[in-house]
């Protein structure tokens, strides 16, 4: 799975950045950036915040406002939900994991979903925990079910 | 005439907002219902006048939903060109004219957690079925309405008695409208700007330097904006014919009148139906509707509102 490395965004009134002791380190440049030019930030820990309270900070943002969150896949996601919730679009933030990234595969006979590693992506086959039916990962993900499509895998024999 | 097809209408009554503006409800000539539209939406009006027709756009002021009638609300405009002039001095009751389906290009975002109008005198009209549609869903939103005084205000008492607590008005010697509750409005909100093009330019560049996303400005211009500098040139149709097009006509204004077919519908460089292939020579855009990248090139023109840069270009028509 290819890395996502965070970015600068230009002309933005305020910069907030979110994140875990790792992703903080690979924010550090963007944080240094906006140091030096001079323009208004806020920092938030996880951990060092309740879920609740963090949503509230992001929920009472203005516009103009551009959001940088970095923390371990596991956690992400679930955080990425609540910044769109509050009113984040795809523009006015970005979204950087870290860590083991752990992926849902829909299974096409039982349309139940498997846990595998991302970075097992491709590599043949895995075994829907459901069924056990052996399924082939596709690199289909389907935004409707959250998950890469897994599809039987039809082994020749040979 | 426009290519689009159009709907006979009757006007059923005139009401004068302010002693400019006036409010006209069209119901079908055959009363059938009409077309269904969404907020945001216009129509275009085709009145005859001395042998020509006149194309404008305005939009509707009633709730969407609404298909017993269609309303628009006009302004005598001082410099009108036969528009508005024709609407106020010989639209009777009982008069018919033709208009085109509903369109909309100026839709609410779906995407929006909260809406946020703001409106220049008579830039209210498209912002009247956008809030009925916000309020009939229990959607969030605010005007923010600049005009000159309350007397000159339309729809002055609808919009007190029907959103008192979304309204914010600004009459210019009280207290003018100006950027400063763009710095306030939360995440996730949407800006709508509708007025002269001045007003949508400057609230725009605003909102961009705070760091607004794109995505997140919406406005709607009824009048292209007023920058090319306007010289005669010549236009070379595929057919053979020159058109020759002086400086006080557009384009599309004179193809139409050299009896050319030219299509078009909201004359004001925003929708596209006038677009037609540049073939040779450079063209002066002066639309809100061509990425940069066409723009640049060069190969076509929105007859409504660019010209040519040169003396002369081809066209393929
Ligand atoms: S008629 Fe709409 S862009 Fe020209």
């Known amino acids: 799975m290819k890395k996502i490395k965070p970015a600068f965004v230009h002309s933005k009134r305020m910069y907030l950045f979110c994140g875990d002791q790792k992703g903080m380190e690979r924010l550090t440049p963007i944080i240094k950036k906006v140091m030096k030019e001079n323009v208004s930030f806020e920092v938030v820990f996880l951990g060092e915040k309740e879920e609740t309270d963090i949503s509230m900070w992001m929920r009472n943002q203005k516009m103009g406002t551009f959001l940088y969150m970095a923390m371990e896949w596991s956690k992400l996601g679930n955080f990425k939900n609540v910044a769109v919730e509050c009113g984040f679009s795809e523009e006015e933030a970005q979204f950087i994991g870290h860590g083991v990234r752990m992926i849902d595969v829909f299974c096409c006979k039982c349309h139940q979903k498997t846990k595998i590693d991302s970075g097992k992506l491709g590599n043949l086959p895995t075994t829907c925990s459901h069924c056990h039916l052996k399924l082939s990962v596709s690199d289909h993900y389907s935004p409707l079910r959250g998950s890469y499509l897994g599809y039987a895998n039809l082994e020749t024999g040979e | ?317």
């Open chain 2, 1 to 317: 005439m426009n290519l689009h097809k159009t709907i006979p209408v009757q006007v059923k009554s005139i009401h004068q907002e302010t002693p400019c503006v006036k409010r006209f409800t069209l119901v079908h000539k055959h009363n059938d219902p009409l077309p269904y539209f969404s907020g945001g939406s216009h129509i275009t009006t085709y009145v005859e006048l001395d042998g020509q027709t006149i194309a404008r756009s305005y939009s509707l002021t009633n709730p969407p939903g609404q298909t017993a009638a269609y309303q628009i609300a006009i302004r005598l405009n001082e410099s009108s060109q036969g528009g508005s002039l024709y609407w106020h001095e010989w639209m009777k009751v009982g008069d018919t004219l033709q208009v085109g389906f509903p369109q909309n290009h100026f839709p609410l975002s779906f995407k929006a957690k909260h809406h946020v109008f703001y409106a220049a005198g008579i830039g209210i009209t498209p912002f009247m079925s956008m809030m009925a549609e916000l309020k009939e869903e229990g959607r969030t939103f605010e005007l923010h309405y600049a005009v000159k005084s309350r007397e000159t205000c339309p729809f002055y008492s609808f919009l007190t008695e029907t959103y008192p607590e979304q309204t914010h008005f600004y009459f210019s010697k009280e207290n003018r409208l100006t950027d400063a509750s763009l710095w306030e409005h939360r995440v996730g909100t949407h800006v709508y700007f509708c007025g002269p093009p001045s007003f949508i330019e400057e609230f725009t560049r605003s909102a961009l330097e705070i760091g607004y996303p794109s995505s997140s400005i919406h406005y709607e211009r009824f009048t292209p904006s007023q920058t090319l500098t306007r010289r005669r040139f010549e236009v070379e149709l595929t057919s053979g014919q020159t058109v020759s097009v002086p400086e006080e006509e557009t384009l599309l204004e004179a193809l139409l009148k050299s009896g050319i077919k030219a299509p078009y519908s909201c004359r004001a460089g925003r929708c596209g139906t006038c677009e037609l292939k540049v073939l040779e020579g450079k063209v002066d855009h002066g639309d809100s509707l061509l990425s940069e990248e066409e723009r640049n090139g060069h190969r076509s023109i929105l007859s409504c509102v660019s010209r040519a840069q040169s003396g002369k270009i081809r066209i393929q028509l």
